[in-house]
């Protein structure tokens, strides 16, 4: 694919605004494993994470999910390299909540002297002096959450944080955040073989809160030659990971994948599963497979 072929083809995912007032093209990307092993450390090849990031805003791409955890800091500091002055239309979340142990080690920390060191670390880190969107990456039980989320409420009050999201949440949790502060999003996991959140996406859906499917391509059995999404794949001339897409995007007009790479073909693939158009009925097929 060419530098200028389907250029803005993320466009063709379409629009949704966080809050009413920031708006995305539903189609992202995130930043996880742009890292080393175990989400720890740098990529092996670091110019080829600063093309992938590139490449994704090239084809309309401005939405980029990323985190404070993600390396540590490596993520969003490759976010920096890459696209920092930033285009005016890009939206940058980042999260924080997470302390690192080493590799695959991860540690849910919610004390607000903590989030508040962290966001202000993003701040510089990402070289911006208000994050677009601010999510607690996991809610710390042994934190009262009107303390984590209260101390998002002081930095957004102080200008470091537009918007505030949450990750990897109850539909009750979702609903006491509410209580305390206005979120905008909510990142958990869920895929066409994984909808076990669902009740937290017609949630989301009904409160016109965005959902960022954490892990969004997923096809398991779904996807063996023969079967039905490598069916209807073929049909679209598409592969099975681009129709997966193309279904989060059908499924709910809140719904915000971000599909992660490291490889610049994937990107130009992912992206391309905006231009995908279900019919009702390879849709309602896909949705009753799992």
Do not use: C
């Not at 200028?4 to 966080?18: M, Q, W």
């Not at 093209?25 to 092996?44: A, N, S």
């Not at 609903?175 to 206005?182: E, K, S």
């Amino acid at each position: 694919m060419s530098t200028n072929l389907h250029a803005h083809l993320a466009e063709a995912s379409g629009t949704f605004a966080l809050n009413g007032d920031l708006p995305v093209h539903r189609l992202g990307y995130g930043t996880m494993q742009l890292t080393g092993p175990g989400v720890w450390g740098d990529p092996k090849d670091p110019d080829a994470a600063v093309r992938v990031l590139r490449r994704a805003v090239e084809l309309g791409v401005n939405f980029i999910d990323t985190a404070d955890s993600y390396g540590p800091i490596v993520a969003e500091q490759l976010v920096r390299k890459a696209l920092h002055p930033y285009p005016d239309d890009l939206v940058i979340a980042t999260k924080g909540g997470f302390a690192r142990g080493g590799p695959d080690d991860w540690r849910p920390l919610g004390r607000p002297e903590y989030l508040r060191q962290q966001a202000l670390l993003s701040l510089r880190h990402l070289g911006v002096d208000q994050i677009d969107l601010y999510q607690l990456h996991r809610i710390d039980p042994r934190v009262p959450l009107a303390d984590q989320l209260g101390e998002l409420v002081l930095l957004q009050q102080e200008g470091k944080i537009r918007h505030i999201g949450l990750s990897q949440v109850t539909v009750e949790q979702l609903r006491q955040a509410r209580d305390i502060a206005t979120i905008v999003s909510v990142q958990n996991l869920y895929n066409l073989v994984n909808r076990t959140d669902e009740d937290v996406l017609d949630y989301a859906e009904q409160e016109n809160i965005a959902f960022i499917p954490w892990f969004p391509i997923a096809t398991g059995e779904l996807a063996k030659p023969g079967g039905r999404l490598d069916a209807i794949a073929t049909a679209h001339d598409a592969s099975p990971a681009q129709v997966a897409l193309a279904w989060l995007l059908r499924r709910s007009p809140v719904m915000l994948p971000i599909p992660g790479t490291s490889s610049v073909a994937h990107v130009e693939e992912n992206v391309a599963a905006a231009r995908i158009t279900l019919t009702d009925t390879e849709f309602d097929a896909l949705s009753a497979a799992t």
